[in-house]
């Protein structure tokens, strides 16, 4: 299982940027995706996630800007940034939870699954005054 995001970069205060993230494998379910960013300096938070039902969960300084979706079947998130603010500025991480999987590429109705949690690569946000 691996996930890999897109986008990010620099953009000025008040754009746009989209994140996607794209978790590969034989995956048959995952309960949650999400972002998570890191400031310099600053801990890890949570930025916004969403459950498989579509239920969301968005940090409060980025209510109303960011929107967070995904793919069940493409297996993808998406978090859509606008009105963007300097202190947006961070590395973003996507994040997968309850990821259940088939080992060697099939996934039949007995084969065994596995579960586990991971991390995308962290992608640069910068966003300028």
């Known amino acids: 299982v691996q996930l890999q995001a897109f986008g990010g970069g620099l953009a000025q205060s008040g754009g746009s940027l989209r994140l996607s993230c794209l978790v590969s494998?034989?995956?048959?379910?995952?309960?949650?995706m999400g972002w998570y960013r890191q400031a310099p300096g600053k801990q890890r938070e949570l930025v916004a996630q969403?459950?498989?039902?579509?239920?969301?969960n968005l940090a409060d300084s980025v209510k109303g800007r960011f929107t967070v979706s995904r793919d069940n079947a493409k297996n993808t998130v998406v978090l859509q940034m606008n009105s963007l603010k300097p202190e947006d500025t961070a590395v973003y991480y996507c994040?997968?939870?309850?990821?259940?999987?088939?080992?060697?590429?099939?996934?039949?109705?007995?084969?065994?699954?596995?579960?586990?949690?991971?991390w995308g690569q962290g992608t640069q946000v910068t966003v300028s005054s």
């Open positions: 994040r997968a939870e309850e990821i259940y999987y088939c080992a060697g590429g099939k996934c039949y109705e007995d084969t065994v699954r596995f579960r586990t949690d991971a």
């Open positions: 494998g034989t995956i048959v379910s995952i309960k949650d």
């Open positions: 969403i459950g498989s039902d579509g239920t969301t």
